[in-house]
T-cell receptor, first 115, second 113 residues
Framework: DAEITQSPRHKITETGRQVTLACHQT?????MFWYRQDLGHGLRLIHY???????NKGEVSDGYSVSRSNTEDLPLTLESAASSQTSVYFC??????????????FGPGTRLTVL | AQSVTQPDIHITVSEGASLELRCNYS??????LFWYVQSPGQGLQLLLK??????LVQGIKGFEAEFKRSQSSFNLRKPSVHWSDAAEYFC???????????FGTGTLLAVQP
């Protein structure tokens, strides 16, 4: 069965360190998204991609970067982790259908703690 | 700008009672609307979605939602709640032009025996 996986599921790091969260999907979806979930804010979009070599900033992109070298993966990098980036991170993917309806499928999430 | 409001942060209902979770959206064009459910420590699971057509949408686990354009609402309902429905529920609106989802802040549902 097609799925979307995230690793690690839990991560503790220190302020200032570089951290990369992995997202891998086997749906062969062109669109991939990264969100962070915080109490009182719901899910907020960090970065997204419509295909290989395409990346776009979301509403809370400062301090994060992504790269898309293939269809299956969209790793999220925190260049220099800050305590404000302690959160739960979700990856999602959807089929290509710009201008039409679409459904995003979510991974299980990564809980990141920055000390 | 697009936005989604879920006015109820926390709701408690008794098992077997009916449920309605409120969702209001702000969007200039015809919206694509979604309800997701998140169980503790889990990812988000799609309950149902509205793209067009019949304004009453049926979803999984016995949930339904009604799109009311005049009220800019997409409320989620279930006639009889089960203890396993205890979770957090998120309403979201999607732009057809960008496929980006805008989420509400969520409603946490507790179910009393």
């Amino acid at each position: 069965d097609a799925e979307i996986t995230q690793s690690p599921r839990h991560k503790i790091t220190e302020t200032g360190r570089q951290v990369t969260l992995a997202c891998h999907q086997t749906w062969n979806h062109n669109n991939m998204f990264w969100y962070r979930q915080d109490l009182g804010h719901g899910l907020r979009l960090i970065h997204y991609s419509y295909g290989v070599q395409d990346t776009n900033k979301g509403e809370v992109s400062d301090g994060y970067s992504v790269s898309r070298s293939n269809t299956e993966d969209l790793p999220l990098t925190l260049e220099s982790a800050a305590s404000s980036q302690t959160s739960v991170y979700f990856c999602a993917s959807s089929a290509l259908s710009l201008g039409g309806s679409d459904t995003q499928y979510f991974g299980p999430g990564t809980r990141l703690t920055v000390l | 700008a697009q936005s989604v409001t879920q006015p109820d942060i926390h709701i408690t209902v008794s098992e077997g009672a009916s449920l309605e979770l409120r969702c209001n959206y702000s969007y200039g064009a015809t919206p694509y609307l979604f309800w997701y459910v998140q169980s503790p420590g889990q990812g988000l699971q799609l309950l149902l979605k509205y793209f067009s057509g019949d304004t009453l949408v049926q979803g999984i686990k016995g949930f339904e939602a009604e799109f009311k354009r005049s009220q800019s609402s997409f409320n989620l309902r279930k006639p009889s709640v089960h203890w396993s429905d205890a979770a957090e529920y998120f309403c979201a609106v999607q732009s057809g032009a960008t496929n980006k989802l805008i989420f509400g802040t969520g409603t946490l549902l507790a179910v009393q025996p």
